[in-house]
């Protein structure tokens, strides 16, 4: 196959964000699988290794009350509305749906007064039948709440009623999956551009404790810019000092040796594994282990069996071999990774610190930015805060005292929304001006 030119390096994180197609369990499809019998990788069904088988925003209000009124909007499930038939959710208008799985469906939608594109996950309490599958929901949830990196997917609402939890996230277009499908493998720019931006993600989500445990690249998202946005944390985990995990998550052509076998395992290791299948199907358009018989895929993986084909440079061969070592012990570190001479080779500037510039003007609007952490961190904060009151102000008419009343209360309602939206916007367009 022709090799993929590389994107610029130079193209930056989109100024205007965009609603979260991430999956949970028995994933809700965002978009259809592809038909291409080329022989890329194939999506991934999940079965559980041998050893566990058996176990198993709106117009300006001219009032206060016609503000408590708008704010109740968020509160109510999708609609039609009109004679149209336009379908409605609060201040979005429904463009249409993106996927349907077992646990709901997945709309694309536009908010109706910044036109940002949303995805509305919307999941039924009804087919969350068992305490695994809340568990996910709960947990994708908790951490998107929490992560606020320009390459993982964002999370801007969570409405819920009686019948429905709505997320409200970041809409990236289409998947790294169906990108490799159509253009085979890459060009070692090409591929470094990707995996840069992968591995700074997965690096931040660890900072934060955070384990990630299923990275594959139907996981990983493109906005329209090709940025990669790391999306479906149901299968995550918090890592915790001294204590190690043993549950068997993710796809089995992906899954590190020790997850396979059943091992404990403290966590970043196995996410540091799936990075470097990713990283070896993006630079050869294929899998490094694969097979129809399970068992067989297993062992190849255990035994750390794969080829490397003779047109990759030796600095991406040695980076390859590094992180597809079989014992997690002598496998290369995400830290490692980033000193490593092939990756940083036309690194980004935005990505090149790792300092927490991210997490201290995080996307919890119920905390006052001067009640973060960390005091520089804080200033930042309350300096975006400004500047986001201020353009709701210009553009819809709030004022300082709307906006705060709005952001103190838990309840979902139109103006947290409207702030929410402007302020990753604000926030991309300042990740912009650091490259």
Not at 176 to 182: E, K, M, S
Not at 259 to 286: F, H, Q, T
Not at 383 to 397: I, N, P, Q, R, Y
Request: aromatic share 8%; proline share 9%.
């Amino acid at each position: 196959m022709t090799p993929l030119p590389p994107p610029p390096p130079s193209t930056p994180p989109p100024s205007h964000p965009a609603g979260s197609q991430s999956s949970l369990s028995d994933p809700i499809p965002v978009y259809p699988p592809s038909n291409s019998s080329s022989p890329t990788p194939q999506r991934q069904q999940q079965p559980p290794p041998p050893q566990q088988q058996q176990n198993r925003q709106h117009a300006h209000p001219s009032s206060r009350e016609a503000r408590h009124q708008q704010n109740t909007d968020l509160q109510a499930p999708p609609r039609s509305g009109g004679g149209g038939g336009q379908q409605r959710f609060g201040q979005y208008v429904i463009i249409k749906t993106l996927g349907e799985g077992s646990f709901g469906k997945v709309k694309l939608a536009v908010h109706q007064v910044t036109g940002q594109k949303v995805a509305l996950k919307i999941i039924s309490r009804r087919k969350l039948v068992n305490r695994d599958m809340a568990g996910r929901v709960e947990r994708e949830i908790q951490y998107l709440q929490l992560l606020r990196h320009p390459h993982i997917i964002k999370l801007y609402n969570v409405v819920t009623t009686n019948t429905e939890i709505v997320m409200v996230i970041e809409y990236a277009g289409r998947e790294l999956f169906d990108y490799i499908v159509t253009h085979g493998r890459m060009s070692e720019d090409g591929a470094r551009r990707f995996f840069q931006q992968i591995i700074c993600a997965v690096e931040y989500c660890h900072r934060h404790k955070i384990v990630h445990r299923d990275l594959k690249p139907e996981n990983l998202l493109l906005d329209e810019f090709l940025n990669v946005k790391i999306a479906d944390f149901g299968l995550s985990n918090i890592m915790t000092d001294g204590n190690f995990l043993k549950t068997s998550c993710g796809s089995p052509n992906y899954a590190a040796p020790e997850v396979i076998s059943g091992k404990l395992y403290a966590g970043p290791e196995v996410d540091v594994w799936s990075c470097g299948v990713i990283l070896y199907v993006l630079l050869c358009g294929r899998l490094p282990f694969d097979d129809d018989y399970i068992p067989t895929l297993f062992k190849k993986i255990s035994q750390g069996s794969y080829s490397v084909p003779s047109y990759l440079s030796p600095e991406a061969v040695t980076l390859l071999r590094k992180m597809l070592v079989v014992n997690p012990v002598n496998r290369i570190t995400v830290a490692e990774i980033r000193q490593d001479p092939w990756f940083k080779h036309n690194l980004p500037e935005y990505l090149r610190s790792q300092e927490d510039e991210f997490v201290d003007t995080g996307v919890d609007t119920r905390q006052h930015p001067t009640q973060n952490r960390d005091t520089r961190g804080a200033k930042a904060a309350g300096e975006l805060h400004e500047a986001v009151v201020g353009k709701l102000k210009k553009t819809l008419g709030y004022g300082n005292e709307d906006v705060h009343e709005a952001l103190g209360r838990e309840e979902p309602n139109a103006i947290k929304d409207a702030y929410n939206i402007v302020r990753e916007n604000q926030m991309m367009m300042r990740d912009c001006k650091w490259h």
